[in-house]
């Protein structure tokens, strides 16, 4: 690639969040509801589009847990097919629960549809009782170790020094704290400047307003992002409809949900323009 900048996505990129956000977000709804998804469909969500925030997908998970009580036969691949058919989202999980209950079974759900409860029960199993009363400000319920604990890095020694080497910006739907975390136990430094996390746009992936904003920090012409879902190469698609001053590139991963010959599929379908089994293949394309 003839890139001039890299842009890195967080998790699934640089760390591992197989036993962490993806944990949560199982447990969250098993111990708010007593039910829950299998762990392989949160992919599903994550394919359908516009579930960047995990708290989100957790929403609208939770909707579908609530919804199969009222209509068994409803299957978590039609809703989450109805989903992508909407645009993606938590707006559109709205939707598809209201295409497919009847007005009374669609008021019984969202009366028990709990997304602050969700949300606290998330954080509390995701950071851990410690962290989450220096994070949330609040006193949990919960004791817990924390999953985030739990999230092995992805690169090597070598492939940071390397990344390290160019002009670097982190776009990640995590909060600014986690993110922080996050790259100090990667051991990379980037400036916060070059950061774009939850805390700093509404937008999400696949919004390009991020990406061309750090694009601009940069000083770049021909950024190139590095990301796990279809959400962050439909990111660089639209980036390259809202600006056409500049060359993006999109390199997607095989180390989040997207993986093997399937995952590749999946990219190949939404135009990534390089897919690689990790990050630390990616110096060598760059060089």
Same mark, same amino acid.
């Given at each position: 690639?003839?890139?001039?900048?890299?842009?890195?996505?967080?998790?699934?990129?640089?760390?591992?969040?197989?036993?962490?956000?993806?944990?949560?977000?199982?447990?969250?709804?098993?111990?708010?509801?007593?039910?829950?998804?299998?762990?392989?469909?949160?992919?599903?969500?994550?394919? =359908?589009? !516009?579930?960047?925030?995990?708290?989100?997908? /957790?929403?609208? %998970?939770?909707?579908?847990?609530? @919804?199969? $009580? +009222? #209509?068994?036969?409803?299957?978590?691949?039609?809703?989450?097919?109805?989903?992508? =058919?909407? !645009?993606?989202?938590?707006?559109?999980?709205? /939707?598809?629960? %209201?295409?497919?209950?009847?007005? @009374?079974? $669609? +008021? #019984?759900?969202?009366?028990?549809?709990?997304?602050?409860?969700?949300?606290?029960?998330?954080?509390?199993?995701?950071?851990?009782?410690?962290?989450?009363?220096?994070?949330?400000?609040?006193?949990?319920?919960?004791?817990?170790?924390?999953?985030?604990?739990?999230?092995?890095?992805?690169?090597?020694?070598?492939?940071?020094?390397?990344?390290?080497?160019?002009?670097?910006?982190?776009?990640?739907?995590?909060?600014?704290?986690?993110?922080?975390?996050?790259?100090?136990?990667?051991?990379?430094?980037?400036?916060?400047?070059?950061?774009?996390?939850?805390?700093?746009?509404?937008?999400?992936?696949?919004?390009?307003?991020?990406?061309?904003?750090?694009?601009?920090?940069?000083?770049?012409?021909?950024?190139?992002?590095?990301?796990?879902?279809?959400?962050?190469?439909?990111?660089?698609?639209?980036?390259?409809?809202?600006?056409?001053?500049?060359?993006?590139?999109?390199?997607?991963?095989?180390?989040?949900?997207?993986?093997?010959?399937?995952?590749?599929?999946?990219?190949?379908?939404?135009?990534?323009?390089?897919?690689?089994?990790?990050?630390?293949?990616?110096?060598?394309?760059?060089?």
């Amino acid at each position: 690639m003839n890139a001039d900048a890299i842009v890195l996505d967080v998790d699934g990129v640089l760390v591992d969040v197989a036993d962490s956000y993806r944990r949560a977000i199982v447990e969250s709804i098993d111990h708010v509801y007593g039910d829950t998804i299998d762990y392989d469909d949160i992919q599903l969500f994550k394919n =359908a589009g !516009g579930f960047n925030n995990d708290w989100e997908l /957790t929403y609208a %998970a939770a909707l579908y847990v609530l @919804a199969r $009580r +009222e #209509k068994p036969r409803l299957s978590i691949e039609t809703y989450t097919g109805l989903i992508e =058919a909407s !645009g993606g989202g938590p707006a559109a999980a709205e /939707t598809a629960i %209201a295409d497919e209950l009847d007005p @009374a079974a $669609r +008021e #019984k759900i969202l009366a028990e549809w709990d997304r602050d409860r969700l949300r606290d029960v998330f954080q509390q199993l995701y950071l851990g009782s410690d962290l989450y009363r220096e994070l949330e400000d609040g006193e949990p319920d919960l004791d817990t170790e924390g999953f985030i604990h739990d999230e092995p890095v992805l690169l090597t020694d070598d492939t940071r020094k390397a990344l390290e080497s160019w002009p670097l910006g982190v776009l990640t739907g995590r909060p600014a704290a986690e993110a922080d975390i996050a790259l100090e136990r990667v051991g990379l430094s980037v400036p916060e400047k070059r950061r774009f996390t939850m805390d700093d746009w509404e937008g999400g992936k696949p919004d390009p307003h991020a990406l061309i904003e750090l694009a601009d920090r940069l000083g770049a012409d021909r950024p190139v992002f590095v990301g796990d879902t279809l959400d962050d190469v439909r990111t660089v698609n639209n980036a390259t409809e809202a600006d056409h001053s500049r060359t993006f590139h999109s390199v997607g991963v095989l180390t989040g949900g997207l993986s093997g010959e399937r995952g590749r599929r999946k990219y190949r379908t939404v135009g990534a323009d390089i897919i690689i089994q990790d990050i630390n293949e990616l110096p060598d394309l760059l060089e």
